[in-house]
């Protein structure tokens, strides 16, 4: 009987502790700066504490950790306190969210969306306000793209081609703000929904056809060209609902930030995300 009890309490204590852990300030959510100082803190008032009695700073330093490791954080507020008074450009650095945010800065050899997409005839000057519109034969092609994309379900095949990734190995995993590609855990790409990735996908099967350079151009010159383009999207590509933008905050681990947003109307699918600076 008495071991019973001791193995329901063992397998009870993982729960237990699990109801202090704050999932959505740790882990991959975990933002560092606060990390950073509430560690200092805890060092800080752990050390002052000794001085008093070594026993108490030993036993604040150990339930500091705890809470740090569990909670994200020691001091209550400190995410929003980061937020506010660090300068954004450090939480840049440490914010993992990839929205606004390219994974590699734009090299001096890449080429700009807009030339390119100009060259391809993928994009025009409107014919009746001064502004870029989608050639109307590239669109037709797009759509028709992006319905193969979706029938055959090639997202996986199209992605580790383009990846020049093994597709066995490739995982794709859902969240709610964003849509990853991983490999062994390592992430290889993030768009803000399947819906965006399925347009990316088709229209980088129209361009490798229309521009003859596309398949020399890099990876990372390809995506940014790629996003650039959803900007044209009128028609969500997974249920055909209609695309409107507007201006929204977005908190992210350490920051938030002011973003220009498209989204479906019907199936609330994010198909893209642009920091205002
Ligand atoms: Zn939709």
Redesign the pocket.
Known sequence: MKQNNRNEMSTELPGYVDRFRQTEYVGENRCTPCTIVNVTIAVVVSTALTFAAIPVGIAFFVFSMAAIYLRGYLVPGTPTLTKTYFPDWLLRIFDKSEIGAPTEAPKASDREPEEVLTEASVIETCEEIDDLCLDNEFQTAWQESMERVLEDGAEKSDLSRILGADEEELEFEEHESAFLARIDGHRLGQWESH?ALVADLAAARELSDRYGDWDELSVDNQSRILSGLRIFLE???????T?TAEQETVESCCRSMEVVAAT??????RILEVEQN
């Open positions: 819906a028609t969500c590509p997974e249920c055909s609902g695309i479906c109307e019907d199936c609330d699918a």
